[in-house]
């Protein structure tokens, strides 16, 4: 038994369909498909096995020789039906009810006008490649598989060809994915780093711009104690000018004094001098008492100079 899942999605209650053929010795042999699915409401899977026969009736499971292949078929149940190859595809529900279409189509036209059973042209192969191509699988031409469990080994190979084919396209796809991750992973790391590297780039430029604040900062700071120290030594300067000044003008005042004072003592000692030098020549002049006169002079007496 092969196995196959050609869902889409997998997020709906289970649908599948099984492709049997068999080969009895002396006989053509036969194909049928079987219907499964579960019911959520019943709380069980279903199964339906149907086939298309030829007119004639089984022996130990083997279709007895009919007259005419132009005579009228019937679909009939094979749910007991021994097979000899199987292969069960797991479908989503369109892809059942398409096949289920079909199943209802050749039971339309048995009821209105009955299928004429023609082999290789249209018998229970040509219902069982209807089936599987309504639900997409890859059929093979009747003339390359004439007999029902020929054409049934052709379409599980055809569906592990498919498979097989997937999976390399599932596979390229994934390594497509992974290298895109990769890359998105590389140029995730890239903006990463230049994005670190444009951070580090603000933080250098903001050091370098507070280094060169700062050291704006230091250089006005110098400039305003250079400032503040020449401002202080011109004050010393001046103070000491100012002090100089000051001693100057005291000494000026000093020696201005005591050149008044030299000029007064030397006024008064030329006075006292003229006054001596006038009373002795009064005396030599006899205006003032001698001693052998009792007499004494009445006239205006000089004073000295001042």
């Known amino acids: 038994m092969e196995r196959f899942d050609f869902r889409k999605r997998q997020d709906e209650p289970l649908y599948s369909i099984t492709f049997s053929a068999e080969r009895p010795p002396g006989d053509t042999g036969h194909a049928f498909i079987t219907f499964n699915h579960e ?27 009919y ?3 132009f005579s009228e078929g019937p679909l009939k149940d094979d749910f007991l039906h021994d097979a000899d190859t199987k292969m069960v595809v797991t479908v989503n529900k369109e892809q059942y009810e398409a096949a289920r279409e079909v199943y209802a189509g050749w039971k339309a036209r048995q009821e209105k006008n009955g299928n004429h059973y023609v082999l290789v042209v249209n018998d229970c192969t040509t219902f069982v490649g209807e089936v599987a191509r309504a639900i997409g699988l890859e059929t093979s031409l009747r003339v390359t598989a004439l007999f029902p469990k020929d054409y049934d080994l052709a379409l599980i190979e055809n569906q592990k060809e498919r498979q097989e084919a997937k999976l390399k396209e599932q596979k390229l796809l994934e390594e497509q994915k992974e290298e895109q991750r990769r890359k998105d992973e590389a140029a995730r790391k890239l903006r990463e780093q230049q994005a670190a590297a444009a951070a580090l780039m603000q933080m250098e430029m903001a050091r370098r711009a507070a280094a060169a604040q700062q050291a704006a900062a230091a250089e006005a700071a110098a400039q305003a104690a250079q400032e503040a120290a020449a401002a202080q030594q011109a004050a010393a300067q001046r103070a000491a000018a100012e002090q100089a000044a000051a001693q100057m003008r005291a000494q000026q005042e000093a020696w201005a004094a005591q050149q008044r004072a030299q000029a007064e003592a030397a006024q008064r000692a030329s006075q006292e001098a003229a006054a001596r030098a006038a009373q002795q020549a009064r005396g030599s002049m006899g205006f003032g008492p001698s001693s052998g006169g009792g007499g004494s002079y009445s006239g205006p007496t000089i004073s000295p100079l001042r």
């Open 67 to 69: 007259t005419s292949v």
């Open 39 to 65: 019911d959520e409401q019943k709380r069980m899977t279903t199964f339906e096995s149907v086939g298309f026969y030829p007119p004639g009736e089984k022996t130990d499971g083997v279709v007895k020789f």
